[in-house]
T-cell receptor, first 113, second 116 residues
Framework: AQTVTQSQPEMSVQEAETVTLSCTYD???????LFWYKQPPSRQMILVIR??????QNATENRFSVNFQKAAKSFSLKISDSQLGDAAMYFC??????????FGQGTRLTINP | DTGVSQDPRHKITKRGQNVTFRCDPI?????LYWYRQTLGQGPEFLTY????????KSRLLSDRFSAERPKGSFSTLEIQRTEQGDSAMYLC??????????????FGQGTRLTVV
């Protein structure tokens, strides 16, 4: 069975600094998708960034980038120039076969002004 | 279209009562998912529809839970004889049917259930 592990329950960073959130996963599939979702307090979950496993190039979306290490089954999220609005729960997720998402336990990110 | 809509946003019920939640997905999204999220945890998959067909159910979905998606549009999730352990946030998500493995899901704001 596929599993996703986030080993950092909480992280904090100073505004304008860079922070990296860790994620590891386990799967026997070769083609799959990995995601980082953001869940602000009392608000809906939104997609931050997506990585296709068959692509070697790491995905980037403005201040957000990933470090995808397929052999190590590692998928970390880097947030550059952290902003107060980045404060949220961040979930790493895995999907295969265009079906369900398997989520990690989440990392609560706090931005210190 | 304003996104995935869930109703109600909050529900408090007494143990043993039945509750029903509704999810309206983004128009033309063929796939619809239900997840359950307990406090401080990531969402856990419950069930998945492609159009009106329920294609997968998690072992988390006991016999007291039933989900439907008549006509492949909105979906309902019913919990019969609620228990305190059912207290959680119930999330609905939808995604379009694509030829590839693109599975970007769009989430609703969830229904928070409290069983007292």
């Amino acid at each position: 069975a596929q599993t996703v592990t986030q080993s950092q329950p909480e992280m904090s960073v100073q505004e304008a600094e860079t922070v990296t959130l860790s994620c590891t996963y386990d799967t026997s599939e070769s083609d799959y998708y990995l995601f980082w979702y953001k869940q602000p307090p009392s608000r809906q979950m939104i997609l931050v960034i997506r990585q296709e496993a068959y692509k070697q190039q790491n995905a980037t979306e403005n201040r957000f980038s990933v470090n995808f290490q397929k052999a190590a089954k590692s998928f970390s999220l880097k947030i550059s120039d952290s902003q107060l609005g980045d404060a949220a729960m961040y979930f790493c997720a895995y999907s295969w076969g265009a079906q369900k998402l398997v989520f990690g336990q989440g990392t609560r990110l706090t931005i210190n002004p | 279209d304003t996104g995935v809509s869930q109703d109600p946003r909050h529900k408090i019920t007494k143990r043993g009562q039945n509750v029903t939640f509704r999810c309206d997905p983004i128009s033309e999204h063929n796939r619809l998912y239900w997840y359950r999220q307990t406090l401080g945890q990531g969402p856990e998959f419950l069930t998945y529809f492609q159009n009106e067909a329920q294609l997968e159910k998690s072992r988390l979905l006991s016999d007291r839970f039933s989900a439907e998606r008549p006509k492949g549009s909105f979906s309902t999730l019913e919990i019969q004889r609620t228990e305190q352990g059912d207290s959680a946030m119930y999330l609905c998500a939808s995604s379009p049917l694509t030829s590839g493995l693109n599975t970007e899901a769009f989430f609703g704001q969830g229904t928070r259930l409290t069983v007292v």
